[in-house]
């Protein structure tokens, strides 16, 4: 059981470059989530996404899009890379259920120059 | 102020020392998280509250709702130990997909 798996896990841009981030969850989780971790602060909140089709902004969505085609994915899209975008990004899934736990993914660290 | 707030920022202890680490939260929340992130690794939840006190190993986390605080502790503390300890807070009501807040984590390092 793989859990959750987020792809690439190291990538550097130049600035102005575009990317996709791969998140996939083989447990069947409705929710999904991608946060970013800059050093200092805590995981910051990017964008949500409440089930197939659905997504949302959270504190931090500039310079980001989403989507969610398929139940077990959820792309972080670059659109053009800003060296303010170097951080470590995770993906985060949950089930419906008012308190279930949380299950995060290994992480993507984004150098941008 | 940050709706959750960690302390202490970093944590230095000797192999087998009791360890506590604290997490301050000023939001009304349905649960709290404590989470593990290893240098270089991704995050495990350790624990999920809601109230009182749950034990997992060496581990045990407890949550005082009334007072809007929770600790972490390990009894005999090991190097293997040695990570960032993240409290994260769910809001009291069901809105914006569960989200999480979080602190800025505890930098544990346990020397042998």
Partial sequence: ?113 | KNEVEQSPQNLTAQEGEFITINCSYSVGISALHWLQQHPGGGIVSLFMLSSGKKKHGRLIATINIQEKHSSLHITASHPRDSAVYICAVKGGKETSGSRLTFGEGTQLTVNP
């Fill in chain 1, 1 to 113: 059981n793989a859990g959750v798996t987020q792809t690439p896990k190291f990538r550097v841009l130049k600035t102005g470059q575009s990317m996709t981030l791969l998140c996939a969850q083989d447990m069947n989780h409705e929710y999904m989530y991608w946060y970013r971790q800059d050093p200092g602060m805590g995981l910051r909140l990017i964008h949500y996404s409440v089930g197939e089709g659905t997504t949302a902004k959270g504190e931090v969505p500039d310079g980001y899009n989403v989507s969610r085609l398929k139940k077990q994915n959820f792309l972080l899209g670059l659109e053009s890379a800003a060296p303010s975008q170097t951080s470590v990004y995770f993906c985060a899934s949950n089930r419906r259920a008012q308190n279930t736990e949380a299950f995060f993914g290994q992480g993507t660290r984004l150098t941008v120059v």
